[in-house]
């Protein structure tokens, strides 16, 4: 696969997921947030699905990224829209042009998650998207060091997001909005760390399917 039909491929994906999971993910934000993180995400990737419908794969993955990252932030709105869109975006300026391949889509995701960390602060352990982001970047870049393929870099990437999330539930928050119920967040999964999972969930099944 080209690695711009690829970045197509990968943010309809998500954009899919994101529209089945919308009431999970805002479900999720009404036991410990404000309740809008799916309606807030939905809306957002359906900006980026209507972009790709509109110009497809025009351009290098590198402008496709970033591009939805502009729509991400702008349209998504709070927290994860300013996050989300850094993130996007600083993958983006990680693929300048041509062919991405393994280790570049692997720095790519470790810049995107150099992103949300510079801008949200959070560590390991805060119950944020964080969570999902940093062992998923760690296991694709585990996996490329191994000579593994980009399907399993990527299916390895999504596991490890997939177990971050689920080990938010037992974390208590101390960024974003959860962090002011204190104690009482815990017991819950972080939304953020559940959307992350679906972008990473996303790209595995694109690359494998
Ligand atoms: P808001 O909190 O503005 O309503 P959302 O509900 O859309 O925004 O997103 C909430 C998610 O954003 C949280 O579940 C968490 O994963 C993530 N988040 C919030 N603050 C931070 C932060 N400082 N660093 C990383 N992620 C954060
Ligand atoms: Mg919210
Ligand atoms: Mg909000």
């Known amino acids: 696969m080209q690695d711009n039909a690829l970045a197509v491929a990968w943010l309809r994906g998500f954009a899919r997921a994101v529209e089945e999971d919308e009431d999970r993910l805002t479900a ?44 991400l932030r702008t349209h998504v709105g709070g927290a994860a829209g300013a996050l989300y869109g850094s993130t996007f975006q600083a993958m983006g300026a990680a693929l300048p042009d041509g062919r991405a391949g393994l280790t570049g889509l692997g720095d790519a995701l470790q810049e995107g998650l150099t992103a949300v960390v510079r801008l949200g602060a959070a560590a390991p352990g805060d119950k944020t998207m964080v969570d999902a982001y940093t062992p998923a970047v760690a296991a694709f870049r585990e996996a490329c060091a191994h000579g593994r393929s980009l399907g399993e870099a990527a299916t390895a990437a999504a596991e490890a997001a997939a177990a971050g999330a689920r080990s938010t539930v037992s974390m208590q928050a101390r960024k974003g909005r959860a962090s002011y119920l204190g104690y009482r967040s815990v017991g819950h999964l972080d939304p953020g760390a559940v959307s992350t999972g679906m972008l990473f969930r996303a790209l595995a099944e694109e690359i494998t399917n």
């Not at 402008?63 to 729509?71: P, Q, S, Y």
């Open 28 to 71: 999720l934000d009404s036991a410990i947030g404000d309740g809008d993180h799916g309606i807030n995400m939905r809306r957002g990737t359906s900006h980026v699905h209507r972009m790709l419908l509109r110009d497809g794969p025009s351009g290098t993955m590198g402008e496709l990224l970033d591009a939805a990252g502009r729509l």
